[in-house]
């Protein structure tokens, strides 16, 4: 793919973070598409949902499954966050033998794909991940701190 | 809580583990305790969900959420599953913030927590789990030799 088409699925994860930021969640977006297709758009639902794994990536990865009807369907797709995954949801992407992961601003307190460890491209582990980093890097990172501002005001 | 607490919690996962083996499923089990007492239970049930996120210990992490209305309520409790928790399940376990995970038998090709790396004690992150490791280890460990054998026939 071209990296318009990185720019447009990205646009859509920001939308989705931008939900997130109206709702008082930290403002992270996901997209799961395949064969150029949006198959399920998600955002972080922590707090709404009690719930400390509804992460944007992880929400995404449950609605494409339940509408693929079946988790190896995933080979083929290509996973947008607006920030770059954590261990669970890096660990999830790994399971899911997602083929690309495509992220926008790095995550230096927890991320695992560059910053902290690189858990999608282990050699160790049975599946490695396709990664592209920094896709509307700017538009994500000022999402996050315009949220991280207005919690501490 | 003194070992054979323990070996109480362990042998409830055990079960669990018991139920996905006659499911045809990797058989690993997991429960969540609190104040002794069972909050949930659960199996692997990656190929009856077509999900490959639905490991035992995220099946028990998400009912325990559910059950106790608030994720926060989990930083008293322990995690017991028969196996090393994987990169992902690791990662929901820092999630979630669980105190204590207590563990059968090692994953030496996936296991996140002794065997490839350490993700519930890695001090860069914002919360760090009690690891009891090779409770009930032989049973757990025999289960899943058994599993892997009746796959090969």
Known sequence: MFALDHEFFMNIALEEAEKAFALGEVPIGAVIALSSEVVSRAHNMKEQCHDATAHAEMVA??????????????????????????????????QTRIKTLVYGTADIKAGAVHSLMNIVQDPR?????????????????????????????
């Open 125 to 153: 582990l049975n599946h490695q991940v396709e990664v592209i980093a920094g896709v509307l890097e700017q538009e994500c990172s000022e999402l996050m701190k315009k949220f991280f501002v207005s919690l501490r005001k």
């Open 61 to 94: 990865i449950r609605q494409a499954l339940e509408k693929l009807g079946h988790w190896r369907h995933l080979k083929e797709a290509a996973l947008y966050v607006t920030v770059e995954p954590c261990p669970m949801c890096a660990g999830a992407i790994v």
